[in-house]
């Protein structure tokens, strides 16, 4: 039986192996990864226009760390990436992330080194093992949430307080591999822009002391240090509202947002940003 499992797996690899065949693009291009909150934040097309450049995302609802991982692998040496600090995404549970960006063995070995579960990389393996390419990026601009003046509540608020007042598991292993990730980019000289994206004011009011909130201020601290990252803030000023919910802007506060980094895109191409978006 021991056998027999290893002869599916090995069978399994070669195809896998004998059918990836990583996609070339541009390092002209820039490259875009988040979760959600980068998916609703960013007016593609916008940045595009403004920065005279393609723009390729591989941002997704739900997108995990895993999906961070194999996205990056894509990415040419000495290009513009966009990444999202994901703050929810790392106490979020493994459960609810997308992860299905297409198999790639060193990247699920990244996630198991950093401490994820054997039963959650069995669950990622199973996610995937249908896809022997990875997840192109993608260049068609996908709408913004439209503009209305009163926020939606897709959920509860006291789903926003579990996530940051309790303590995750789950939140070591997603840090460790969030930040092999950065490492990667970071040995292809890319020019790396974090983007910490804003909650609304009812979800900052108490997360701000919130012991995940320490603890991602923590990550932050060490990733800032560690990349030598220019630590910048977005304040975006309307008399409209400009988020959409909780935890995503609608299209005016994307448009605003994305004014601001593509300026800061076009007058500085060499430092790497740490940059917090806040909403006043």
């Known amino acids: 039986m021991v056998l027999f499992s290893a002869l599916i797996v090995g069978v399994y690899l070669i195809l896998h192996f004998m059918c990836q065949k990583p996609v070339t693009y541009n390092s002209e291009c820039v490259f875009v990864w988040g979760d959600s909150q980068m998916y609703q934040g960013l007016d593609m097309k916008l940045l595009g226009d403004k920065m005279g450049k393609q723009v390729l995302t591989s941002a997704e609802h739900g997108s995990g760390i895993y999906d961070f991982l194999v996205s990056q692998k894509n990415i040419p040496d000495n290009a513009v990436t966009v990444v999202s600090f994901p703050e929810g995404a790392l106490y979020r549970n493994p459960l609810s992330d997308y992860n299905r960006t297409g198999f790639e063995i ?17 669950r990622i393996f199973n996610l995937n093992k249908k896809s022997f390419r990875y997840k192109a990026f993608s260049n068609s601009p996908h709408s913004m949430y439209s503009f209305a003046d009163s926020l939606v509540y897709p959920e509860p608020l006291p789903l926003w307080h579990s996530l940051f007042e309790e303590p995750k598991d789950w939140f070591s292993w997603k840090a460790k591999a969030y930040a092999k990730g950065l490492q990667h980019l970071y040995d292809k000289h890319s020019q790396m822009i974090l983007i910490q994206f804003p909650f609304d004011e009812q979800v900052e009011s108490f997360a701000k002391n919130s012991i995940n909130r320490h603890l991602s201020d923590s990550l932050k601290r060490v990733l800032i240090d560690e990349y030598a990252l220019k630590y910048d803030s977005i304040v975006l000023h309307s008399d409209s509202l400009l988020m959409h919910d909780l935890s995503h802007m609608n299209e005016v506060g994307a448009r605003l947002f994305t004014l601001e980094i593509a300026e800061i895109l076009r007058s500085d191409t060499v430092n790497n940003y740490f940059i917090e978006v806040m909403i006043q």
């Open 106 to 122: 060193d990247c699920l070995k990244e996630v198991f080194l950093s401490g994820c579960s054997v039963n959650e990389c069995i």
